[in-house]
């Protein structure tokens, strides 16, 4: 947590990856973060991974530092007061942040008319308003056939990691931002729109890949584990330890072939095959059928410590692949460092949890928040944002409107 | 491209997917960008895919909509120039995007030197300064070992997107104006470092998965295409297309149901195993062995229109899998898609290029603009922003510090 963004409120309603967590980096940053969700919880309140007490470890992983209100949005005085809450007064508020449909009671259009200069960041699947998720967008863009062994043939590989999802919240972060920079210039407000979809191909694009298929008529083939274009692979060493290695960079080229005494034959290869290795990755590829096995060979000679001090000395890029729990053991990553703090989540269970993924030398770094009780700041957020006295939260409550955790 | 961020100037010096994508996203929204690159081309200036004639695609996707300046980043001159530009005056300007390290000639603290409310934004491989790089980063994060299918055993399957990459661009751009934010709210500024790897880590922990493997002491299993937690996987039609298919809503999945026409068949395994799937994603995962042979078998016995246009008439969350060649063709995704327009790129080929991948209704989407040829705008930058005259400018030609496209 750092204090850039204090004094700022944004109102969240939303669920799932991309739209919470984009309100999660808001609220890491000092943003006064307000999630409102419906009664009992979303969509998205007992996702897995849960505790065995029931509690969702994703949903408190998604929704840290932020303040929860519960309405009950199926009716209209729910509706209400989440419209209210959206459009309240204060220069540095009036943001909002969801997911839901962009026709429904929380169109910009009908929100608008409560406040002219309301930003509001929405995440969508399609751009005409139709359904897609992070694995159905991946589908269509081609990814999954070139994914995995050359041995699946066809078959496609869907990622694990939901890419196309946590793009998408980190760019709507950015988004919400940039329309507030406009806002501030110009006092005007905007609905910024990001379909899942269009952040999909326009990413594929602007990696150059579209462009590839096109210009070329031709699917990339499957690589496997090699990287395409550069020198990169996973190797194994003599203590079976699995390494990805890459050379990118001339420098972790030349560090490559000195940490593993491959001048003399990387030489031969260079003048058989009347090319030069050092000033291009590419040249590094197209060859990977003669450089593959010399590394090979010479990583399966090695003991990995000793692999990797020298690795580390010549500034060499590498990294030993790891299961999931030996990252969470992992002392660099987790125990030490500075980004963790072991706190008591929402849970009950009390475990390493991230701040702010950046790092700001000349600011203080604040230990990360747990996420709140479902509802826990109702009653707050109503009397603080909408100026309600306690005798209209107590008939809201007695209407079954409200709940607090 | 939109004009939200009109008047805001970002001097980028910076190579491969992470940072020029930031600048990208920045440019794509109206700030001046100007990407300063050493005589001859950075590190990523040749980088795969490339035209026949040469020309990286990847580089003219990374950065279209920017300025370029070529200086000789070797020599002290040179770097004094990057350095002028980094720190220049303007009150949005002052704003420099980098992964040059972090102790070099392009320290916050040298150049904070010369302009003391800079603002950093530093991509950086790991904290400590370390190398890292996407693939490298992933290795380690246990991602790949839980990626495929269950065949492959302990085989890690490498991500072929470079998600951390452009996880990490997105939220750099965030972090940027976050800054902005405060340093007109304080008038400081500061450097906001992003090291990959901790962006990576503190993902898998936002997601809930570190705290999954440290509370249960297990490592998730590989469940190949199937959505862990949610009823989600590839099936495939009597007319042999493959679906991705997913049912998260309480909506997707009773549209699904009545799509294939299974309500009896699930209300015998809800009867018999004591469980109701309607209202809980995670039940639907944990009874997948009853509910994918029921899907698998009726998908198979159904044409691909006939089940997507029932879909999509249901609300049904689907997609099929297609190649990237056929996605560069898909109308909705390209062809007829407002965010691409078909332009002459800098490479001299023409082809569709996507704009910003955020719409805004209320404002004018301005055409994508192609990427800067190398040093096309540096003496028009030295010009404009040093002030330089036309014999400066001259001098430093004749001395081989400034070179133009």
Known sequence: MYALLGGTRVIEASSFVASPSAGLYLAQMGAEVIRVDQLGGGPDFRRWPKADNGASLYWEGLNKGKKSVALDLGRPEGRELLAALATAPGDRAGLFLTNFPVDGFLSHEKLQQRRADLITTRIMGLANGGPALDYTVNSALGIPQITGPESLGDEPVNHVLPAWDLLTGAYAAFAMLAALQHRQATGRGQEV????????????????????????????????????????????????????????????????????????????????????????????FEHRDALFPLVEAAVALRQSDELGAMFDQLGCCWGSYQTMREAAHDAALVGENPVFSTIKQTSGLSYPVPGAMATIPEEPRLPPVRAPFLGEHSDEVLAEVLGLGSGQIGALHDAGLVANA
């Not at 579209?210 to 083939?221: K, P």
């Not at 890459?246 to 003048?271: D, F, S, Y």
């Open 193 to 284: 729109r990001i379909p899942l979809a269009d952040v999909g191909i326009a990413t594929i694009a602007n990696l150059g890949q579209l462009a590839e298929v096109i210009t070329t008529g031709d699917n990339r083939a499957r690589y496997g584990n090699s990287v395409y274009g550069a020198f990169g692979r996973d190797f194994v060493t003599a203590d079976r330890v699995r390494l990805m290695i890459m050379a990118i960079t001339p420098r972790q080229w030349t560090g490559l072939v000195t940490a593993l005494n491959l001048a003399a034959p990387v030489a031969e290869i260079e003048a058989t095959r009347g090319v030069s290795f050092a000033k291009d990755e590419g040249v590094r």
